[in-house]
Nanobody, 123 residues
Framework: QVQLVESGGGLVQAGGSLRLSCAAS????????MGWFRQAPGKERDFVAA????????YYEDSVKGRFTISRDNAKKTMYLQMNSLKPEDTAVYYC????????????????WGQGTQVTVSS
């Protein structure tokens, strides 16, 4: 069982930066692949980025490549999403998720979810 808690969301102007954190409970954090998803108002939840258990493999949705960086610190049982050059279209609730096994971009592949953190980018 894994419990996930996101933090770091907030209001930022376009072009600004935020770093989201996802703190996990449990003793086997490194055995879980992790992902970030986001859901804008009135839209479905979409994949943003994923990282393997050891942190060597990362994947990004095309619109965030070059702007967002996913990382993890297994000793701290924490995953991060560094978001730079933010745009108004990045406004959404951001969720972290965990799954046993390899990385995945499909939300249905994930077993555990956080409660979400709001990111609002003003123009």
């Amino acid at each position: 069982q894994v419990q996930l808690v996101e933090s770091g969301g907030g209001l930022v102007q376009a072009g600004g930066s935020l770093r989201l954190s996802c703190a996990a409970s449990g003793r086997t954090f490194s055995s879980y692949s992790m992902g970030w998803f986001r859901q804008a108002p009135g839209k479905e939840r979409d994949f943003v980025a994923a990282i393997s258990g050891g942190g060597r493999s990362t994947y990004y949705e095309d619109s965030v490549k070059g702007r967002f960086t996913i990382s993890r610190d297994n000793a701290k049982k924490t995953m991060y999403l560094q978001m730079n050059s933010l745009k108004p279209e990045d406004t959404a609730v951001y969720y972290c998720a965990a799954r046993s096994g390899g990385t995945a971009t499909n939300e249905h592949a994930y077993d555990y979810w956080g409660q979400g953190t709001q990111v609002t980018v003003s123009s």
